[in-house]
Every structure is written in C-alpha cells, then in structure tokens.
C-alpha cells in the first residue's frame, strides 16, 4: 500500500510539475507576442505622419545680382546689370521614414533611421520684389539671370541652414515623434539609432 502511494505522489508531483512548467513558457512566450506588431505594421503606422517629423526653417533675404558681359573671361565696360530682389522662403529637413529598419522582439523595439536631409528648398514666388533693375541696352536682363540667382540663393540657403544644425534638429524630432508612437503602441524598451554611412573608396 504505502509503495503505490509513493508511486502516486511521484506521479502527481510530475503531472503538476509539467503543468506549471507549460504554463510559465506560455506566459513567457505571450508576453512576448502579446503586441502583434511586426516591423511592416510599424512602418504603415509611421510613415504617413512622416510630414509631422520635419523640421522647417523659414527664412526672409536680399539678393544682389551683378553681372558683365565678358570678352577672354575679362569684364566688358558699360555693360553691368544688375537687380535686387527681396523674397520669404523657407527650408525642410527630415528623416525618410520609408527606409528605416526595423526590429521587434516582444516589447522591444529597435529603429535604426537613415540620416537626416535637406528635403525642400522654396522660395515663395509671390513674396518676390525686385528692385534696382538696370536698364543697359547692351547687355539686358533676361529671366534666367533671375533664375540663377534664385538657384544661387537656395544653395546658400541649404548651407546657411546646414550650419545652423537643422540636420540635427530633425535627427532629434525624428526621434521624439517615433519615441512617442512606439509607446502609444505599447513597446516598453525603445532603441533608435542611425545608420552609419561607410565612405566609398574613390
């Protein structure tokens, strides 16, 4: 009598056992599953509010424009134009969205974002005054001494901002906005970083 009790006790100890140990691995494994998101769910939630990670400079400048006709790469007397146009614009940077990566694991979230860029120059054409036009019969303004100086202009624009740290900045707020939904959806350790670009060999 007493051998089958110790043969039950051994028997239900080894039931109960296996019982809990399925259990454990169970809630183990849900709650790393518990979210449902993979790395495509998280891009879809992310990448239409790209729009709200940007970061924008706006910016109000003068251009002066001087020019010569040229003979042998020598200024031709009595031939300057010039103008002086007045204008508002503005500058974008930002992170794409659209080609960062992305790992989950559970409740863990690893980003990793492309750098930041400048994503659109504009100068608002109806801001646009110009002043000071010359008036040389012999060398006239045409609109695309206008047009270059505008171009000229918006590369001045991207460097000026460049220096003033928008990189940075967006780099920065793209961080935040992503930060902010990871936890509204319900991650609990959130990694982001960004990619580190290896230079071409020439």
């Given amino acids: 009598m007493s051998k089958r009790r110790s043969i039950n006790f051994i028997t239900i100890f080894f039931i109960l056992t296996t019982i809990l140990l399925a259990i454990l691995l169970f809630s183990n494994k849900s709650s790393k599953e518990e979210l449902g998101y993979d790395s495509t769910a998280i891009l879809n939630r992310v990448v239409p509010i790209q729009e709200l990670a940007l970061v924008k400079y ?7 424009y001087k020019d010569f006709l040229k003979i042998l790469k020598m200024n031709v007397p009595l ?44 100068i608002d054409e109806k801001s646009i005054k110009v002043y000071n036009e010359s008036m ?18 918006k590369e001045t624009m991207s460097n000026s901002a460049i220096s003033q740290g928008i990189l940075r900045d967006a780099a920065k707020h793209a961080e935040i906005v992503l930060t902010t939904i990871m936890k509204d959806m319900g991650f609990e350790n959130i ?6 670009k290896i230079p071409q060999p020439q």
């Avoid at 503005?90 to 750098?115: Q, T, W």
């Avoid at 040389?136 to 202009?153: H, M």
């Avoid at 990694?191 to 580190?196: D, F, L, R, S, V």
Wanted: proline share 3%; charged share 25%; aromatic share 10%.
């Fill in 136 to 153: 040389n019969a012999f060398n006239p303004l045409t609109i695309s001494d206008y047009n270059k100086a505008i171009v000229r202009e």
């Fill in 191 to 196: 990694k982001i970083t960004q990619e580190i």
């Fill in 79 to 122: 031939t300057e134009k010039s103008f002086l146009l007045k204008y508002n614009g503005y500058i974008k940077a930002g992170v794409d969205f659209e080609n960062m990566k992305v790992e989950v694991s559970g409740k863990d979230v690893h980003i990793s974002l492309p750098r930041a860029k400048i994503l659109d120059v504009s």
């Fill in 58 to 64: 706006n910016y109000s400048g003068v251009i002066g």
